[in-house]
Each structure stands twice: as C-alpha cells, then as structure tokens.
C-alpha cells in the first residue's frame, strides 16, 4: 500500500508563492499519473494539475500561467510551484496517484495523501 505525504503548506499572502512537496512511501512506477487536487471549504474536491511519467502536464484553467506541476522518479516525489496566489486558491490541497494515464475524475485515483493546507490572505 502507496502511502503520500504532503508538505509544504502554510499561510501566505496573496501575490506570494509556495510549493508544496509530496514523498510516496514506497516506489511509484513511472507509469502511475500523479496529481494535485485542491478542496476549499464548502466546495467539492477539484483537480489542479496532473503529471504522467513522459512529462506531459495538465492544468486546470484557473490555475494555468500560475502553478507548475513536476515529477522526480527516482526520488518518487511530486511537487507544486504555486506563484501569484489568490485567495480563491484558499483550499487543502492534495496529492493523489493512480496506475495509468492521467485523468481530472478524482475517484479514479487510488492513492491520496492527507492533505496540506493553503490560505491566502488579501
């Protein structure tokens, strides 16, 4: 069983950056797709970026120009580059991962990671 832990997280001013880190507990084929997912309060859980192991990315539009999503094998991490926040990227923001190719249908993923949470003061 693939355990993820996010980190990274904290409060943050908008127009500010963060990135958010995330270490699988055991080795993640490079053919999983890794992801992030955000949920705000009172929201449903949406996806943010997704990566498979040939490199191609995703984004949702929201967050495009803005965030940048990245992948290293063989330290089987994920990470997010999040610049020029807003405070509706106030949300936790998940790790998730998944054999296969990459899709934004969050019960297609297998494995979740507890979360980290992102404010973003005005």
């Known amino acids: 069983q693939v355990q993820l832990v996010e980190s990274g997280g904290g409060s943050v001013q908008a127009g500010g950056t963060l990135r958010l880190s995330c270490t699988a507990s055991?080795?993640?084929?490079?053919?999983?797709?890794m992801a992030w997912f955000r949920q705000a309060p009172g929201k449903e859980r949406e996806g943010v970026a997704t990566i498979y192991s040939d490199g191609s990315t995703t984004y949702a539009d929201s967050v495009k120009g803005r965030f940048n999503i990245s992948r290293d094998n063989a330290k089987t991490s994920l990470y997010l580059q999040m610049n020029s926040l807003k405070p509706e990227d106030t949300a936790m923001y998940y790790c998730?991962?998944?054999?296969?190719?990459?899709?934004?249908?969050?019960?297609?993923?297998?494995?979740w990671g507890q979360g980290t949470q992102v404010p973003v003061s005005s």
């Open positions: 998730a991962a998944r054999r296969g190719f990459c899709y934004w249908g969050r019960h297609l993923y297998n494995y």
């Open positions: 055991a080795y993640i084929a490079s053919t999983y797709c």
